[in-house]
């Protein structure tokens, strides 16, 4: 594969994976209807309710919690993988220093695509947990700004106008934190980084594994490498769904648009679809690790060149 083709592979790849794990903003299909009566503090409902609202306030605390922790456990899990990897292969051990021959050597193996595919495929997992903790998380807030705060707040209005919102309202607010999508996004961007460099990372060591064989995988290997493969893109595509389903109280709007509102499982499947065309860009390594094996000759095709 020449250069420029490899490098407009990559760009593909990466112009496909930013909207795939953006975290588009989601509203409530249903709010409250503000009859500008305010709920006396001292009713026995404002007290079902300020106690359903420090409930929400502890869980909110405890999944962000959570999502640091789901995030210190990626870098360390793949850490160790790498670390292991490392240690048992000749990289460390043929010498002191790290030369070009030895980086070679570890590129064009078939272990290097298959570790980073295992990685990729643990952070993928790890990522939907992220991803869920920050959807309950935006659905209690939801639940804050559109049923309780009107009831302590009915005359809460545009506060570009002298209004005044409570803080889950102002959040929720068009251009608030939860209704930004390029604030959102830059903001839960840096929970999926390390992914897309493993992504990135696994189509290039697989491109690399398969030009340096030429062809001539032994079969086993080439078991191998396809289900790896298979198995990170499938997985790609079930954290596109999952990380873009909400329950049918909620729906996603698209860049912010409400023309662009989208429930599930429709939001699901159009992100879903996104992931898909991962496969389409990668259809030629997909078609070569499907080659059965040629017999070893002088000879080589044009797409094995490299």
Not at 178 to 187: L, R, S
């Amino acid at each position: 594969m020449k250069t420029s083709s490899y490098w407009l592979k990559i760009l593909l790849c990466l112009l496909v994976l930013i909207p795939v794990f953006s975290a588009p903003p989601f509203v409530a299909t249903t709010v409250y209807e503000n009859d500008s009566t305010k709920l006396a503090t001292d009713s026995p409902k404002a007290a079902f309710l300020l106690a359903q609202f420090a409930k929400a306030n502890a869980e909110i605390q405890m999944r962000t919690e959570r999502q640091d922790n789901w995030f210190y456990l990626k870098f360390i899990i793949v850490g160790a993988l790498f670390f292991a990897f490392l240690t048992h292969t000749s990289f460390l051990k043929t010498s002191d220093r790290v030369t070009i021959e030895s980086i070679e050597q570890l590129t064009e193996s078939p272990a290097t695509p298959s570790i980073l595919a295992v990685s990729c495929v643990l952070s993928l997992i790890i990522d939907v947990h992220l991803r869920t903790e920050s959807l309950i998380i935006g659905q209690l807030g939801a639940w804050i700004a559109n049923y309780l705060e009107p009831l302590f707040l009915p005359t809460h209005e545009d506060p570009t106008v002298g209004g005044f919102l409570g803080w889950e309202s102002l959040l929720q607010a068009h251009g608030g934190f939860h209704a930004d999508p390029f604030y959102q996004f830059t903001q839960s961007g840096h929970y999926h980084a390390l992914t897309v460099l493993l992504y990135i990372a696994f189509v290039g060591a697989l491109d690399a594994h398969l030009r340096s064989a030429k062809g001539r995988l032994p079969p086993n290997v080439r078991g191998l490498l396809l289900a790896c493969f298979l198995v990170v893109h499938v997985s790609a595509i079930a954290f596109a769904w999952a990380a873009h389903t909400l329950p049918a109280a909620f729906r996603f709007e698209i860049l912010n648009l409400e023309s662009l509102s989208l429930k599930s499982p429709a939001a699901g499947g159009l992100y879903a679809a996104m992931a898909s065309l991962l496969l389409v860009i990668n259809w030629r390594t997909l078609a070569r690790l499907r080659q059965p094996a040629r017999e070893s000759s002088g000879d080589e095709s044009i797409s094995d060149r490299p």
